[in-house]
């Protein structure tokens, strides 16, 4: 039996595993910060030893991207330092890890979508974190370790951009989003799919062998757009009578940047583990259906 450790269980990622873990012949054990602390490591290790470990899926992460700026040291202990331990644990163990990671680790002023291999240049706290998590992890190298970068995640759980815009879709006429910042959305739920997808293959093993390093992959789902283009689709499918006004990222200043352009290359992943990306209005689809929104 393969028993694998998942930490933020609560968050998106984490719930939608929780969702789809039942399909499939693995022993999980779902933790969030009130049962398993992962920013100290000897109550990982005991946690780790006790269960039996063989895979760690580290969907935790410090999110709040605004608040990041002001609160360095508990985004740096939970997006940096808890992904060295639990690299380091992984390591010690002969642990697969699969570590998601960010966007944000690129200035988002690049013309074409970005390779696992493009410089990085984070602009703000939670950016910096998460790479510094990612450099912890490969200067670390534990083996069958892979990183995964995904963008603008949602999900029918937690908190994000579609329920947003569905709660003020019904309490407001007009609504002014940014048009002016270009990614691709993902849905959690591919995203976890995905994952297990990985988890279900030997090609984990082999992602690592050639190069004797951890592996970077992007995902995210199919599609160009912005939060604008995003924000209307949205009130569409939901059939809102709410009017989506297009506005700069000037007119709608955060502590935080954002990068203005957010595309991930996924050919890596693609060719590497054969995985097919739906496309965002296909899965924007899915989601607003579980959750009762899709009129």
């Not at 269980?9 to 398993?36: C, H, I, M, P, W």
């Not at 992460?61 to 700026?69: L, P, Q, R, S």
């Not at 954002?258 to 739906?278: G, H, Q, T, V, W």
Request: proline share 3%; glycine share 6%; with cysteine.
């Amino acid at each position: 039996m393969t028993n694998i450790l998942v930490t933020g269980s609560n968050g998106q990622v984490g719930r939608e595993l929780q969702a789809l873990a039942k399909n499939y012949s693995y022993a999980f054990f779902f933790t969030d910060r009130e049962s398993l602390d992962i920013t100290c490591k000897e109550v990982i290790e005991s946690f780790v030893n006790k269960n039996s470990i063989n895979v760690i899926i580290n969907t935790a992460a410090y999110t709040a991207v605004d608040k990041a700026e002001e609160d360095y040291e508990n985004a740096n202990k939970v997006n940096h330092l808890a992904v060295k331990y639990l690299a380091e644990i992984a390591k010690e163990n002969n642990i697969k890890l699969i570590h998601i990671s960010t966007d944000y680790v690129f200035d988002g002023k690049n013309y074409k979508p970005y390779n696992e291999d493009d410089d990085t240049n984070p602009q703000g706290v939670y950016g910096q974190t998460k790479l510094n998590g990612e450099k912890a992890l490969q200067g670390i190298n534990p083996k069958n370790s892979v990183i995964i970068r995904t963008s603008w995640v949602y999900s029918s759980f937690g908190n994000n951009f579609v329920k947003i815009m569905l709660k003020l879709g019904k309490e407001r006429d007009t609504l002014g989003v940014i048009f002016d910042q270009v990614g691709t959305p993902t849905y959690a739920r591919d995203l976890v799919q995905a994952i297990l997808e990985i988890l279900g293959t030997d090609t984990l093993v082999l992602a690592n062998s050639t190069e004797n390093k951890v592996q970077i992959y992007n995902y995210s789902n199919e599609g160009v757009l912005s939060w604008y283009d995003f924000a209307k689709e949205i009130m569409r499918m939901a059939k809102l009578n709410c009017t989506i006004n297009p506005i700069e990222t000037k007119e709608y200043p955060t502590p935080a940047k954002r990068p203005y352009y957010s595309l991930l290359n996924k050919a890596k992943i693609k060719k590497e583990f054969d995985i097919a990306m739906p496309y965002w209005k296909d899965s924007l689809d899915k989601c607003l259906r579980i959750m009762g929104e899709r009129r």
